[in-house]
């Protein structure tokens, strides 16, 4: 498989539920990123993982929870999410992590439900 | 003020046509400018990556950027179906914690 690849595709889940989605990248870069799109509203970057840090946005709620195992692997744990969460949530991947400007290269998202 | 700005459309034209799509930004210390192309249920994909002012060619698609006016273009020459789509302007670089700032998105369709 080549380039970024997310797994599911969709989800859907209730408030109580508790769920993973996954990320892949098979590019070789060292630096990975969950954005959250939302209708009619601008990217929200969540959380990024590199080699030198871990950046997260401070308005990122603490029922999203992310686990990055290896510079390949990025997973993103869900639990009691709220309605507002629904939203297609994008894993993306970049060369030189968030301090090298290297364009972001994207997968195809996870589309979430909340019930 | 919002860090980029980006008419939402939509944007409908001939097959044909040059299209233009235009961000203003805010942030005088970007240096790096991007646009992306994203399909219906499908994630954003790359198109022009430019660093600073000027332009860049490929194919039938030309970035520019005028810094001065904080203002970038994506102009699509000959625009197809296939090139119907939401473009995503984004930029970085300078103050800014090289954190990517994205447009809303504009959506294109090129009606055959």
């Known amino acids: 498989e080549t380039g970024v690849t997310q797994t599911p595709r969709h989800l859907v889940m209730g408030m109580t539920n508790k769920k993973s989605l996954k990320c892949e990248q098979h590019l070789g870069h060292n630096a990975m990123y969950w954005y959250k799109q939302s209708a009619k509203k601008p990217l929200e970057l969540m959380f990024v993982y590199s080699l030198e840090e871990r950046v997260e946005n401070n308005s990122v709620p603490s029922r999203f929870s992310p686990e990055c195992p290896n510079s390949s692997h990025l997973f993103l744990h869900l639990h009691t999410l709220q309605p507002e969460d629904s939203a297609l949530y994008l894993c993306?991947?970049?060369?030189?992590?968030?301090?090298?400007?290297?364009?972001?290269?994207f997968g195809d998202g996870t589309r979430l439900s909340i019930l | 003020q919002k860090e980029v700005e980006q008419d939402p459309g939509p944007l409908s034209v001939p097959e044909g046509a040059i299209v233009s799509l235009n961000c203003t930004y805010s942030n005088s210390a970007f240096q790096y400018f991007m646009w992306y192309r994203q399909y219906s249920r499908k994630g954003p994909e790359l198109l022009m990556y430019t660093y600073s002012s000027g332009n860049k060619e490929d194919g039938r698609f030309t970035a520019q950027v005028d810094k001065s006016s904080k203002y970038i273009s994506l102009f699509i020459r000959d625009s197809q179906p296939s090139d119907s789509a939401t473009y995503l302007c984004a930029m970085s670089g300078g103050n800014t914690g090289n954190q990517f700032y994205f447009g809303t998105g504009t959506s294109l369709t090129v009606i055959p």
């Open positions: 993306a991947s970049s060369q030189g992590g968030p301090r090298g400007n290297q364009p972001q290269h």
